[in-house]
């Protein structure tokens, strides 16, 4: 299937591993010409080289932490020289603070500020900095990556939860916003897909039996349903969210 969108310009965030780098590779093998954004330079310089190298399009890595102001404002700054806006935007964003706990045991200030910061905060100064440049277009293609807690929140995981929750609600408001302007705006759901975030092989059985496919899904996996969202075959979605989670989920809607 031929998605359209060779030729395309894209900001992924939180693309030095995982889910993000991943959803990079899927688009660069549409022909889209990736920016990529996390702290680590090394390793995002290295996923920009792979990715030149394996699907033939200008990978751009922008080194920078989506909880501080100056370097979201760098990266803004670096996408107008490059590209005026880009025409796919993906709100990836970092883990929340370990270990897990209760919402009663967070009593610490700092875990919370940095849970809303690399979360909520970041998410939603990139995307209200990007969608503007991206309107005078026509197109385009937003896309925060979440996770399946926002229809049924897992044990513990409240740091989570209750900030991704919030870049749902702000990614509805703004696909009704804008509804009208050839933008779509979605959210893409994950759970148990095996990335860095799954360290022992312990964690990895455990997940595996409460996924009622019995198994756990690849980063790959999961980009392809960010690279369909991203595609012109999805132009008429908008403001949903997709649960990528191997059925685990057992809410109706
Ligand atoms: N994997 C799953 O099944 C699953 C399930 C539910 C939710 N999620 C969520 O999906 C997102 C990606 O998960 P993942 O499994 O791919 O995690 P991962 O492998 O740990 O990747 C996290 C990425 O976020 C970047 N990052 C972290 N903090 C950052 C910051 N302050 N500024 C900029 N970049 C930052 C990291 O790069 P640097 O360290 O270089 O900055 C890395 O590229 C996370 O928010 C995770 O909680 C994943």
């Not at 030149?52 to 100056?70: T, Y």
Request: proline share 5%; with cysteine.
């Amino acid at each position: 299937m031929d998605f359209g969108i060779a030729g395309k310009v894209a900001l992924v965030t939180a693309s030095s591993s995982g889910l993000g780098e991943a959803v990079a590779h899927a688009l660069a093998a549409e022909g889209v010409k990736p920016i990529l954004f996390a702290r680590s330079a090394d390793k995002l310089r290295a996923v920009a080289a792979a990715i030149e190298q394996r699907h033939g399009v200008r990978a751009l890595a922008v080194p920078g932490d989506l909880r501080s102001k100056d370097d979201i404002e760098r990266l803004i700054a670096t996408l107008k020289q490059e590209c005026g806006a880009p025409d796919i935007l993906v709100v990836n964003t970092g883990r929340p603070p370990l270990t897990l706990r209760e919402v009663l045991d967070e009593t610490e200030d700092e875990r919370w500020e940095d849970a809303y910061r690399t979360q909520l905060w970041g998410a939603i100064q990139v995307t209200q900095k990007v969608v503007p440049l991206m309107l005078p277009r026509g197109w385009g293609r937003v896309i925060a990556i979440t996770s399946a807690s926002v229809k049924q929140p897992t044990p513990r995981k409240g740091l989570s939860t209750i900030f991704r929750v919030g870049v749902t609600a702000y990614m509805k408001h703004l696909s009704t916003e804008i509804a009208a302007s050839g933008i779509t705006v979605n959210s893409v759901c994950p759970a148990n897909i095996n990335t860095p975030t799954f360290r022992s092989d312990s964690e990895l059985q455990a997940r595996r039996t409460r996924v009622p496919m019995g198994r756990l899904a690849s980063p790959e996996e999961f980009a392809a349903s960010v690279a369909f969202l991203a595609s012109q075959n999805a132009g008429f979605i908008t403001g949903q969210s997709l649960v990528v989670d191997g059925g685990m989920n057992a809410t109706l809607l």
